[in-house]
């Protein structure tokens, strides 16, 4: 499956994501380390804009966002879910880790990132 939207973004979005990109958490460094030049057969881009909001991680060919969430979603979940329903909405799949997952087990995240790339791929 191939797929190649052009998703809309506001420039403060755009802007966001350059800081971001800047000051990388220790968690996403972990994670890009990982899944950066097709490590898992897709290419990933960081922080990555759409709309108003900019995604961790995000695999155009296959309409994947990862999302890493630190303490700071453990306050926001309706704001995360509004926020991951409007994206969804465009077509765009999402997976979900915690700082505490990536950092204590990261095997199993990274097993678990492999099946659902397969999954999207065969689609």
Not at 59 to 88: M, P, T, V
């Amino acid at each position: 499956m191939t797929l190649q939207k052009i998703f809309p973004y506001i420039a403060e979005a755009r802007e966001f994501a350059k800081v971001l990109k800047k000051e990388m958490t220790t968690t996403e460094k972990v994670i890009w380390d990982t899944i950066r030049k097709r490590q898992l057969g897709v290419q990933f881009f960081r922080q990555f804009p759409i709309l108003e909001y900019v995604i961790d991680f995000y695999a155009k060919e296959i309409g994947l966002a990862i999302e890493i969430d630190g303490s700071l979603h453990d306050n926001q979940f309706l704001e995360d879910s509004y926020r991951q329903g409007r994206i969804e909405k465009l077509g765009v799949k999402f997976i979900r880790f915690t700082n505490e997952q990536v950092l204590s087990d990261l095997e199993t995240v990274l097993v678990e990132l492999e099946e659902v790339i397969k999954s999207l791929k065969q689609e």
